[in-house]
Nanobody, 120 residues
Framework: QVQLVESGGGLVQAGGSLRLSCLAS????????LGWYRQAPGKQREFVAN???????NYADSVKGRFTISRDNAKNTVYLQMNSLKPEDTAVYYC??????????????WGQGTQVTVSS
C-alpha cells in the first residue's frame, strides 16, 4: 500500500509565498516521477510541475519563474516552493507519484490534496 500525504497549504496574501510538501510512504521500490497538480473550483485538474528521478523538471507556463519543484530522494518527499502567489493560484493542490512497488507493479498515485488560497 502506498500513501501520499501533502502538507503546507493555507491562506496567503497576493505576492506571498508558501511551501508544499508531499511524503510518499509504503512498500515503494522506486519513484520515477513526482509532481504537483491543482484544481480550482469549477475547473479541471491541471498540471503544475514535475520532477524526475534524474532531477529534470517541467513546469506549467503559468507558474514558470515563480514556483520551484524539488525532491529529497532519501526521504521520498517532493516540495513545491511557491513565490509571488496570485489569486488565480487558488486551488486544491494534489501530489502525484509515478512509482513502482516492491512487487514490481507500477502505477500513478495521488494524495488527498491541500488547499491553497491566495487573497487579493
Amino acid at each position: 500500500q502506498v500513501q501520499l500525504v501533502e502538507s503546507g497549504g493555507g491562506l496567503v496574501q497576493a505576492g506571498g509565498s508558501l511551501r508544499l510538501s508531499c511524503l510518499a510512504s509504503g512498500n515503494i521500490f522506486s519513484i520515477k516521477v513526482l509532481g504537483w497538480y491543482r484544481q480550482a473550483p469549477g475547473k479541471q485538474r491541471e498540471f503544475v510541475a514535475n520532477i524526475a528521478n534524474d532531477g529534470s523538471t517541467n513546469y506549467a507556463d503559468s507558474v514558470k519563474g515563480r514556483f520551484t519543484i524539488s525532491r529529497d530522494n532519501a526521504k521520498n518527499t517532493v516540495y513545491l516552493q511557491m513565490n509571488s502567489l496570485k489569486p488565480e493560484d487558488t486551488a486544491v493542490y494534489y501530489c502525484n507519484a509515478l512509482l513502482s512497488v516492491l512487487s514490481g507493479y507500477s502505477n500513478d498515485y495521488w494524495g488527498q490534496g491541500t488547499q491553497v488560497t491566495v487573497s487579493s
